[in-house]
């Protein structure tokens, strides 16, 4: 579905250049959830943009479904952290969320399709709200809503769940896949929190610092479907959980006991 | 969930709508846009004004526009310069400046007394709103005829007609900015014996600066507006006046070069009162931002 | 005192001390030798006489007319231009010295300008209306589009939001809280403008009105034309307040809440 290839981002030129990241390289199957993790710092964000066409690579490319990715293409839909900068005040929830499809005149009944979007994301009965009158959780919902009403093919998530308080991230993270489990959407999450992105994702992308390029690729094999309790009792979840932390910090390579099988980065 | 799913059912969807792979990014740049490169400003600001200038000078000489309603840019020029050497030019800047300055003088001393008065005392506020709230919004010009009428063309007309104008920005932000003095430092002084002339010297009149520098901005353009239009109707003398006088005679080169003078004006006491506001904003804004 | 005193203490203030006033000026008025001065039952009767309704239509009309015309011209070529520069930096860097130079000149200074330019006449009163007006507008517009937030911008650009409908349904709205304080300097300008270029630059208006009265010491007809003036303001404010409370319902609630 997906294909990183080669991807860097270099800021600035001459004395102050910045090399965010530096030929990152990782693929993404469809209706895979995969998550990208990194030191403070270390381009997420960066490789997301350039992945949504939204910033323009210093060099490498994205490939979607085989085709070269240069603006935002009408596949992805992106989720922002900032839900308060991304959403518009000036709509209400509905027309926040039916605002995007009228690059996709080919939907036949938009309306209907909005009100399921936002019932799907639990927010039937809002339609008539503005952003303000919600909380935080309830426009990230939004957010979300607005993005799987654009029926995209992949759904690009930059740090979407930091700005909420930790009992509404644990629903959200369950509405996404919940979500998922519902549309095949494929998913790529962007965080720096190492538990939700082990407990969301198929596969995590573990980045290095700037210039970051992919470390290493490390395959979650915990069973589906996820549950807040259950899965992050599972044996494998504190090894898995563990062995990224140690990645992130540097000391790769030296679990203390044995984990499961690892995936090496394919690069 | 049963039923009619409609994001299930979405329609087949025609293919990627991306560029074919293999071309180079369409918006390919090296290095900085010109734009954004140091001195860049300065730069195309000087071109700016040199384009003007030079459509100016062609249009007029072309005959486009006829020279007696546009005459070209270098007389208008020259014009100004060689005025700069007659003490009649620089009696009317001072005479501009004189009554700008006496008028925004008792304005903002009346009207930062007047502001924080208003503020500071619900009762007088409650005492005086329907009269302040008449008295506003008559435009200053409004009193010319007025003003004519007791003053006649002395320097008095000119300095009422100021203060009408410039009084009341002044009183609105000084009145803002003492509503704006952080409550808790006020129980503060209050504990601490400080009298209510303390207070105010100490606690208010400080918090409040900012508003009222920013009021004095406002006011010091508006008291030029009015300075100028007094000139300019009633005939005081000034700037506006001679502008008027060009005008009537058909001199039509020295009313553009008296028009940009006050330009200039206008553009440095802008620049002389927004220097002033800005490190007062910084200061009142970043200790904001501790708390 | 309890809440309640105090509020009644606070209505009773306003209104006694109001009607102290009135009474005062009104007796000052009456008893006054000066010629400055007209008996306000005199002035409430010229009101009368003059602008309901008998020279409504041949002063009080064309006023209005020459400040929403000129107004409305200021706010499209102020928001048009202002769009345009917003979006170049090039533009932007072109223009700022002149721009600024032009919002700084006193705008009475043009006005003899526009006489020689264009005439006396209700064409010359619009053109300077919109012409000094046009630049708060302007300027507002481009801060606002400059200042658009950048994750809007990102959301914008990743759903593919374009041309008319970015426009329509993002920008505008986005940077309307500043446009709308723009055109509220602008309004009080306006006013300005058109009072002048009355007493100066036409034959007929509330501004030419209240010149002659002076001039021919028809004192109480002057009185009665700055009361005129003073009541158009506070309605033309509070109109705009309104329109502006409208129009940013989302916005000041949002800051509320």
Redesign the interface.
């Known amino acids: 579905m997906l294909e990183v290839q080669g991807l860097s981002k270099t800021y600035g030129?001459g004395a102050t250049a910045t090399r965010a990241i530096d030929h990152i390289e990782f693929d993404v199957s469809e209706s895979e959830f995969v998550s990208v993790v990194g030191p403070s710092g270390c381009g997420k964000t960066t490789l997301l943009?350039c992945m949504?066409?939204?910033l323009?690579p210093t060099s490498g490319?994205t490939?979607?479904?085989?085709?070269?990715?240069?603006?935002?293409?009408?596949?992805?839909?992106?989720v922002?952290q900032?839900y308060s900068?991304?959403l518009?005040?000036?709509?209400t929830v509905r027309r926040n969320v039916a605002?995007?499809l009228?690059?996709k005149p080919?939907?036949?009944?938009r309306e209907?399709?909005v009100a399921?979007?936002l019932a799907?994301v639990g927010l039937a009965g809002f339609e008539e709200h503005?952003p303000?009158?919600l909380s935080g959780g309830m426009q990230q919902r939004v957010a979300i809503a607005r993005a799987?009403?654009?029926?995209p093919k992949v759904l690009l998530m930059d740090e979407p769940f930091a700005s909420v308080d930790a009992q509404t991230r644990g629903e959200l993270e369950d509405l996404v896949l919940s979500v998922r489990r519902?549309?095949g959407v494929t998913c790529v999450l962007v965080t720096h929190d190492i538990d939700e992105a082990v407990y969301m994702s198929d596969r995590v992308v573990v980045l290095t610092s700037p210039p970051s390029r992919v470390l290493e690729t490390v395959a979650i094999d915990l069973p589906r479907p996820r549950n807040q309790v259950t899965t992050r009792e599972h044996p494998s979840f504190g090894h898995l959980r563990g062995h990224v932390y140690q990645l992130i910090k540097g000391r790769a390579g030296r679990s203390p006991a044995p984990g499961p099988e690892e995936e090496f980065a394919t690069t | 969930m049963e039923g009619?799913?409609?994001?299930?059912r979405?329609?087949a969807?025609?293919?990627?709508?991306?560029?074919?792979?293999?071309?180079s990014?369409?918006?390919?740049r090296r290095?900085?846009p010109f734009a954004e490169r140091r001195g860049a400003a300065f730069a195309l600001g000087t071109l700016g004004v040199l384009l003007v200038f030079a459509l100016a000078e062609l249009v007029s000489r072309a005959n486009i526009v006829s020279p007696q309603d546009i005459p070209p840019a270098s007389r208008i020029v020259g014009e100004l310069v060689s005025q700069l050497g007659t003490s009649e030019f620089w009696s009317q800047v001072g005479a501009t400046l004189l009554g700008w300055a006496v008028g925004l003088g008792i304005a903002t001393a009346g009207g930062i007394a007047f502001g924080v008065l208003l503020g500071s005392s619900v009762y007088v506020r409650a005492a005086l709103r329907p009269t302040v709230e008449f008295l506003r919004p008559v435009p200053s010009v409004a009193l010319i005829p007025l003003a004519i009428l007791v003053w006649g063309q002395d320097l008095g007309s000119k300095v009422f007609l100021v203060v009408v104008g410039a009084l009341w920005p002044i009183v609105i932000q000084s009145m803002y900015g003492v509503s704006q003095v952080d409550d808790v430092a006020r129980d503060t002084a209050r504990s601490y014996g400080l009298g209510a002339s303390e207070r105010l010297r100490f606690l208010v009149l400080p918090s409040a600066l900012p508003f009222i520098a920013t009021g004095l901005r406002i006011a010091s353009a508006t008291a030029l507006i009015v300075g100028v239009t007094a000139e300019v109707v009633i005939g005081n003398k000034g700037l506006g006046n001679g502008i008027a006088l060009a005008q009537a005679g058909g001199n039509v080169e020295l009313m553009y070069a008296l028009i940009l003078t006050t330009g200039v004006l206008g553009i440095a006491i802008h620049m002389l009162f927004s220097a002033f506001e800005r490190p007062l904003l910084r200061w009142h804004t970043s200790q904001r931002g501790t708390e | 005192m309890s809440a309640r005193t105090r509020r009644w203490v606070l209505v009773g203030l306003e209104i006694g001390v109001t009607a102290l006033i009135i009474a005062g000026v009104w007796l000052y008025s009456e008893r006054a030798v000066s010629y400055v001065v007209a008996p306000v039952p005199d002035i409430a009767a010229r009101f009368r006489e003059t602008f309901l309704f008998a020279q409504f239509g041949s002063d009080v009309l064309p006023s209005l007319l020459r400040f929403a015309l000129g107004f409305v011209i200021a706010c499209i070529v102020g928001v048009g231009v202002g769009l345009l520069l917003g979006r170049s930096l090039v533009l932007r860097l072109l223009t700022t010295p002149i721009v600024s130079f032009l919002r700084s000149t006193p705008a009475v200074a043009l006005l003899p300008l526009a006489i020689v330019l264009i005439g006396i006449g209700t064409p010359m009163s619009v053109f300077i209306i919109a012409f000094v007006c046009c630049w708060p507008i302007l300027l507002n517009t481009t801060d606002g589009v400059v200042e658009l937030?950048p994750?809007?911008r990102?959301?914008v650009?990743?759903?593919?939001?374009t041309g008319l409908?970015r426009l329509r349904?993002?920008i505008l709205?986005?940077i309307?809280p500043r446009v709308l304080a723009g055109m509220r300097t602008s309004i009080s300008l306006a006013l300005l403008l058109l009072v002048v270029s009355e007493m100066i630059g036409n034959s007929n208006g509330i501004g030419n009105f209240i010149f002659q009265a002076q001039q021919t010491f028809a004192i109480a007809d002057m009185w009665a034309g700055i009361v005129l003036l003073g009541v158009l303001g506070y309605l033309v404010n509070t109109a705009f307040g309104a329109v502006e409370r409208r129009l940013l319902r989302?916005?000041v609630?949002?800051r509320r809440?």
């Open positions: 030129s943009k949504a066409g939204l323009e490319r490939m979607l479904l085989g085709h070269q990715v240069t603006r935002s293409p009408p596949e992805m839909a992106v922002f900032d900068r991304s518009f005040p000036w709509l605002l995007p009228r690059r080919e939907i036949a009944d209907r399709l399921e979007t799907a503005y303000w009158q799987l009403a654009y029926q519902r549309f | 009619s799913d409609a994001l299930a979405a329609p969807q025609p293919g990627p709508v991306v560029s074919p792979s293999g071309g990014n369409v918006r390919a290095g900085r | 937030d994750t809007l990102a959301t650009e990743s759903y593919g939001i409908d349904l993002v709205p986005a309307s989302w916005h609630s949002e809440a």
